[in-house]
Every structure is written in C-alpha cells, then in structure tokens.
C-alpha cells in the first residue's frame, strides 16, 4: 500500500479502556488502536499529552482483540469513531493489523465505524467498510508541496495520493469526506487544495491550527520549522495563529463560505 516504512519501535501500553467517550458531535465512543503515532505530524494537538516520544516509541494495547470483544458486549451498535488519537493506518498497521481487527469485530457486532487517516492503507479495509451501514472515511491535507510537507509530516504520503483515497473510497460506496487541516497561515495553500479535493470527497471541512498555549509541545515544532525554513513569515504565522480574529482567517472564511454556497460545495469551515 506504500505508507512510508520508517516504523519507531513497538512496546505494550498499560491496560486502560478501549472505547473511550468521545466528545466529537454525533459519537458517544471512539477508539484508538494505538497509543501514539508514527506519522510524525510535528504539529499535532494530541502530542501535547503524549506518553512517549513517538519518533521512538509507539504503545500497542494487551490482548486488543479479546478485551475489545468484551468491551463491546456492553455496548448497543453505532458507530465508533477511529482516529481522533492516532492514526488508525500509521506505518505499524501494516504488520500489527489492530485497526483491521477492531473493524472486523465492530461488523461482527453490527456496529459501524468513522474513521480519520493521512494513509491509503485504508484502502485495504474497503471490504469491511462496504459491508457497514453508514461508515466513512476522512483524509486530511495541508499541503501541496511535497518538500514542505515533509518538515511538518515527517513520515506521511503524499497529499496527491491521500486524494486519490478519497476518489477510490467513493467510486466503493463508502462515505467521504477531506479535511484541510491545519491551515498554517503563508504555508498552507488552501485554495489549489480546495479545487483538488472538489468531487473527491462527499464534504470537505476547513480547520486552522489550533494553539491554545504557547508552551505547547506542538506550537513549539512548528516555531522551530518556521525560524529554520521560513525566517522571513515566522513572525507573521505567529500573529495570525494567536489571533483568531486576525484579518487573515476572517477574509478566509468570508471567502471559502462564498465559494461553498456559489458552487455547491458541501464546505464546512472552521477557522
């Protein structure tokens, strides 16, 4: 499926719950096959309440399938979201397969699953997608130079690829939609995106990134690519991404709400 192979090692995770509550609208449960992730994605929230340093060390959860068996016993069937955490399809699943059984059990069960990834090992999955009512796939991208992003994914696949998913998840039935995530501010090219994505995806959704503390483990990476790669915007990027009220997310959102409803684009924006 060509994920990148550059894999940290595998340990076992403390035994904890599986299905978690999940706050996302519309999921009472999400669940992640993994504590961590490979993907190395610098800016991402959930690194800010990381257990480990992922670039060497990813968790895999004791005896998955049998406590998730269990797990789910006490639970009525809906759907369960993967991905909120981790990514369900980092370059681990290729061998240690959790993300497929957790599926597998779900449709067992007649439950159905909504699931978030950079990868198109999903596209291995398709089978079991198909055969639930109502799942979905979203596939997020931020940027449209391969060079670029590569200083903030350091392990993920191309964007070109990433779209190509979406096209062949929704050539199968299976619900879609693209998240442009995060917006960074001169980095991100949001626009050639946006006309990538059109008719890719059943909807697309727009996020900035999101600091809520400057002491962020994340905030902090992506200030560090910035005064290595990008000196000259550093200083903009930082007055744009602290103020939400910035001119610049305002005329964005102005302008990405007018060409979803001139167009017909199911586009939802948050920024």
């Known amino acids: 499926m060509g994920n990148p192979t550059e ?7 403390s035994e904890r719950p599986l299905l978690v509550f999940c706050s ?24 800010n309440q990381a257990e480990t340093d992922w670039s060497e060390e990813i968790l895999v959860h004791p005896d ?41 059990l779900l449709r067992e069960k007649g439950f159905s699953a909504s699931l978030l990834t950079k990868s198109d090992m999903v596209l291995r999955d398709r089978d079991i997608l198909k055969e639930m009512v109502d799942s ?17 994914e350091g392990n993920t696949m191309e964007t070109s690829r990433r779209i190509e998913v979406l096209r ?10 693209a998240l442009i995530c995060p917006v960074i501010p001169g ?14 995806a059943d909807r697309i959704w727009v996020y900035g990134l999101s600091v809520q503390d400057r002491s962020e483990r994340s905030w902090r990476n992506v200030q560090a690519i910035l005064e290595t790669h990008f000196p000259d915007r550093k200083e903009t990027v930082e007055g744009i991404v602290l103020d939400k009220e910035h001119p610049y997310w305002v005329e964005l959102r102005e ?7 001139s167009e017909g684009i199911d586009l939802r924006v948050y920024l």
């Not at 894999?7 to 995770?13: L, M, N, Y």
């Not at 979905?136 to 903030?152: I, K, T």
């Not at 062949?168 to 939609?177: D, M, N, R, Y």
């Open 7 to 13: 894999v940290p090692r595998i340990s076992v995770a």
């Open 24 to 47: 996302l609208p519309g999921f009472e449960y999400q669940l992640d096959p993994y504590v961590g992730c490979g993907h190395r994605c610098h800016y991402c929230y959930v690194l």
């Open 64 to 104: 998955f399938e049998k406590r998730l068996r269990e797990e789910l016993q006490d639970v009525r069937p809906q759907k369960i979201y993967l991905g909120y955490f981790t990514d369900p399809y980092q370059p681990c699943e290729s061998d240690l397969r959790q993300t497929r059984t957790a599926l597998e």
């Open 136 to 152: 979905n796939v979203s596939v997020s991208v931020a940027f449209d130079d391969h060079g670029v992003m590569r200083l903030f």
């Open 168 to 177: 062949k998840l929704k050539e199968s039935g299976v619900g879609t939609a």
């Open 187 to 200: 980095i991100t090219k949001v626009f050639p995106l946006l006309e990538a994505l059109v008719g890719k």
């Open 255 to 261: 302008k990405l709400v007018g060409i979803g409803e």
